[in-house]
């Protein structure tokens, strides 16, 4: 074996080790990178190899990291954090759940099917998951226990539409995946709108078949008015403002007259707007508000210093090369192969979160998929389709790590606003099933491409 593949596999056990230590996830990238520049430096010294690790290498990770903050897509990030902020603080939410609440009065599982639905529609002007499962979890958890749905079906149901925002656009894991693979952010926000609303589709499936065999675990809410006009008219009513919000923010960008980054300054004015017409605005909000904005933001910048430190002295010692040769040569063929990544990514999940994933996976993997010779038939308004196709694919997996145990952020964040009598037993048994309905929408996105590849190919047009 080539010597720089040892020191490439010891960079990355060192990595895995050091995660389990508890210290912040950037400075272990960061300080992982500083030490095998100066193990790669005394190698090539006394042991012949060829790294090229040198004080040289401090100099090309300073011009990186100068150009990631020169990087106008980056610039979206913060907006759209912004915009997920304060539309949380805009108690619209709450009036659709009531509203729609009202309208599934009539169907078993109603409340459930509520959920997923202001899920979507928190998912596409938030982007936010944190946010959203919170929201999700003080809104409807409280009345769900209320009315005898079973503990776990109402776990998993507020986790799982917690996470769709992750998805949906406009997402900040696509914001940060276009910029990693170099593919245009319209791109990756069209091909996600569909997955999206099928994993939204497939939830509700799932809730109606469950609430129609097993109907104890989740009861018809009693004394519940019929359906009406004045019903229907209240809740288009409070979908209005989220639903122009979506429009100025997506519509935007669908019809060509924004970039992401322009739209995501319209998004964040919207929001604010939203919040200052429905009463709810004030200095102390704003002040909250753009506070968590910096703390996420630099969050998330912090990480992305640490892995550009980290995917730079891999790739001098080889690491794409080793990476690469060792998928090529699995004997799996090219499906076989994409499901192998996909698996590893999966299992990463569990202990990674996705900005490590994005940052240091994804660039390793991208020159290897277009070479591979998957056939996804003819896409000609498309630079890289089959790039896009694996992007999502890779995105949808990674909702999954919201909900997969011992990371499982989704689960945390609902645990924190959870009633005593919720056990962490009943989140981790509610979020299995919503685990394995993305498991079947990512099979499904597998074999037929033109769910996600159909959008982009024909805004294009």
């Known amino acids: 074996m080539d010597p ?14 050091l995660l389990f ?21 005394l190698s090539d010294m006394y042991f012949g190899t060829m790294t090229g690790l040198d004080y040289m290498t401090v100099g090309m990770v300073v011009n990186r990291i100068f150009s990631i903050m020169q990087n106008w897509i980056m610039v979206a990030l913060p907006m759209f954090i912004f915009m ?23 169907v078993r599982g109603g409340l459930a099917i509520t959920v997923t639905l202001i899920g979507v529609i928190l998912a596409a002007s938030t982007g936010i998951i944190g946010a959203s499962v919170v929201l999700l979890g003080l ?13 776990s079906l109402a776990t998993g149901t507020i986790c799982g539409a917690g996470t769709l925002g992750i998805l949906i656009p406009p997402s900040i894991m696509l914001v940060m995946m276009a910029d990693r693979l170099g593919l245009p952010v319209g791109d990756l926000f069209m091909g996600a709108l ?16 469950l609430a129609y065999f097993v109907p104890s675990k989740a009861p018809l809410i009693p004394n519940q008015p019929p359906m009406s006009f004045g019903l229907v008219g209240r809740a288009l009513k409070t979908c209005i403002p989220p639903a122009l ?29 939203l919040t200052i017409t429905n009463r709810r605005f004030n200095f102390k909000v704003l002040k909250d508000v753009v506070h968590d904005t910096f703390g996420i933001t630099a969050y998330i910048f912090a990480i992305v210093i640490g892995a550009t430190c980290f995917a730079l002295v891999l790739r001098e010692l080889g690491g794409d090369a080793f990476v690469e040769n060792a998928i090529t040569s699995l004997p799996f063929g090219p499906y076989g192969i994409i499901f192998f990544i996909l698996g590893v990514v999966f299992i990463l999940g569990f202990f990674l979160d996705w900005i490590e994933i994005t940052l240091i996976i994804l660039p390793l993997l991208a020159p290897i998929i277009p070479v591979l010779g998957i056939e996804l038939g003819s896409w000609p308004h498309l630079d890289n389709p ?11 997996v990674l909702q999954t790590s919201f909900l997969t145990p011992p990371v499982g952020f989704a689960i945390f964040y609902l645990r924190g606003v959870c009633p005593p009598e919720i056990q962490l ?20 996105l597998l074999f037929y491409p033109e769910i996600i590849l159909w959008l982009p190919s024909q805004v294009y047009q």
Not at 95 to 103: K, P, R, T
Not at 199 to 204: D, G, R, T
């Open 194 to 209: 569909f997955p999206g609303v099928l994993l939204a589709a497939l939830y509700i499936i799932y809730i109606l078949v």
């Open 21 to 41: 230590t508890g210290f912040p996830i950037a400075m272990i990238l960061g300080g992982v990178s500083i030490v095998f520049t100066f193990v790669g430096y």
């Open 386 to 396: 089959t790039l896009v196709w694996f992007a999502i694919l890779v995105a949808v």
């Open 425 to 444: 037993r009943d989140l981790y048994k509610g979020v299995i099933p919503f685990i394995i309905l993305q498991l079947i929408g990512l099979i499904l």
């Open 245 to 273: 919000l979506i429009f100025s923010v997506l519509g935007t960008i669908f019809l060509g007259i924004a970039t992401p980054t322009e739209a995501s300054g319209i998004g964040a004015l919207g929001a604010l707007l």
């Open 139 to 151: 809104l409807s958890l409280p009345v769900m226990l209320e009315q005898n749905y079973s503990k």
């Open 84 to 106: 997920g902020l304060m539309l949380d603080k805009s108690g619209i939410a709450e009036s659709m759940m009531h509203s729609i609440q009202a309208l599934f009065g009539k």
């Open 4 to 17: 720089n593949n040892f020191l490439v596999i010891a960079m990355m056990l060192t990595f895995i080790a």
